[in-house]
């Protein structure tokens, strides 16, 4: 990371830094400036939706928050309950409780589904037991010993999250958890992120089904070209057919 001037933590007027703050990003892969100057808060619990067309910067965005290095994060500020994590590595911010859970969902294979769980318990700090994983994905438990790798679509879904709630997890940042699941399970992972919405687990969801991302949040920021160009309720956004025209083409 280039040296930039140590600079003080973002605060809101009169009060703490918010929950989750993201000040001014600037991220690139090599020379492609992809994430420029994002800034936006996130409240404990709140559900954000990050949305726009492909190629807008979404991914690379959550790639950024989780500090992966790639794209590298030239400038700004990302605060997690009061800790620096534009100072961090990604194995830093994990171990602060940042899970993200990745497009392709990394499950590891030749392992069981039990062992997939555990490993990500293989360093503190703990979250949930396993055991209450599978309360909240009953299939999980029914398919504990199943190699991991031959779960359908959205069973590895639910493993993904699983996985990232086995963690210590302060925010979770969801990319595109729908993709390429049939519209049955679709609903399957929309009731079960509502029971993680239930719990108030903070969460910023990147996916391209927006309607379905709406519904989820409370909040939605809109993308484009690597800035925001909307900020305001979901709600806001469901209302304005212009903007999801112009910006989401829904
Ligand atoms: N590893 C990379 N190296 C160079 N450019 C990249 C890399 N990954 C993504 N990009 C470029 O960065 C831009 C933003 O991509 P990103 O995947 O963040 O968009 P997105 O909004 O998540 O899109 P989608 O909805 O299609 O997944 C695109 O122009 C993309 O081609």
Same mark, same amino acid.
């Given at each position: 990371?280039?040296?930039?001037? $140590?600079?003080?933590?973002?605060? $809101?007027?009169?009060? !703490?830094?918010?929950?989750?703050?993201?000040? !001014?990003?600037?991220?690139?892969?090599?020379?492609?400036?992809?994430?420029?100057?994002?800034?936006?808060?996130?409240?404990?619990?709140?559900? #954000?939706?990050?949305?726009?067309?492909?190629?807008?910067?979404?991914t690379?965005? #959550?790639?950024?928050?989780?500090?992966?290095?790639?794209?590298?994060?030239?400038?700004? @500020?990302?605060?997690?309950? *009061?800790?620096?994590? *534009?100072?961090?590595?990604?194995?830093?911010?994990?171990?602060?409780? #940042?899970?993200l859970v990745p497009e392709d969902r990394r499950i590891?294979?030749?392992?069981?589904?039990?062992?997939?769980?555990?490993?990500?318990? &293989?360093?503190?700090?703990?979250?949930?037991?396993?055991?209450?994983?599978?309360? #909240?994905?009953?299939?999980?438990? @029914?398919?504990?010993?199943?190699?991991?790798i031959?779960?359908?679509g959205? @069973?590895q879904q639910?493993?993904a999250?699983?996985?990232?709630?086995?963690?210590?997890?302060?925010?979770?940042?969801?990319d595109e958890p729908?993709e390429g699941?049939?519209?049955?399970?679709?609903?399957?992972? @929309? $009731?079960?992120?509502?029971?993680?919405?239930?719990?108030?687990?903070?969460? &910023?969801?990147?996916?391209?089904?927006?309607?379905?991302?709406?519904?989820?949040? !409370?909040?939605?920021? &809109?993308?484009?070209?690597?800035? &925001?160009?909307?900020?305001?309720?979901?709600?806001?956004?469901?209302?304005?057919?212009?903007?999801? !025209?112009?910006?989401?083409?829904?």
């Amino acid at each position: 990371m280039n040296a930039l001037p $140590k600079q003080e933590p973002v605060r $809101k007027q009169g009060g !703490d830094p918010a929950f989750f703050s993201v000040y !001014d990003i600037h991220a690139y892969y090599g020379e492609s400036y992809i994430v420029q100057g994002l800034s936006f808060d996130v409240r404990e619990g709140e559900i #954000l939706a990050l949305l726009g067309r492909n190629g807008a910067g979404k991914t690379s965005t #959550l790639r950024t928050l989780a500090r992966m290095g790639d794209p590298e994060l030239k400038h700004g @500020e990302i605060w997690l309950d *009061h800790q620096p994590l *534009h100072e961090m590595k990604a194995w830093q911010a994990a171990r602060l409780g #940042l899970q993200l859970v990745p497009e392709d969902r990394r499950i590891i294979p030749g392992m069981t589904v039990q062992q997939n769980l555990e490993l990500a318990q &293989i360093a503190e700090p703990h979250g949930w037991s396993i055991q209450r994983i599978y309360e #909240l994905f009953p299939r999980l438990g @029914e398919r504990a010993e199943q190699e991991a790798i031959t779960l359908s679509g959205g @069973e590895q879904q639910m493993l993904a999250i699983g996985r990232a709630l086995a963690r210590d997890i302060k925010l979770l940042l969801l990319d595109e958890p729908y993709e390429g699941l049939a519209p049955v399970i679709v609903q399957e992972i @929309e $009731k079960t992120l509502q029971n993680v919405k239930k719990l108030g687990i903070t969460t &910023i969801i990147v996916e391209q089904n927006a309607i379905a991302a709406l519904k989820l949040a !409370d909040r939605a920021i &809109i993308m484009d070209s690597g800035e &925001i160009v909307f900020d305001g309720t979901a709600q806001a956004v469901l209302d304005n057919e212009e903007l999801r !025209d112009q910006y989401l083409a829904i």
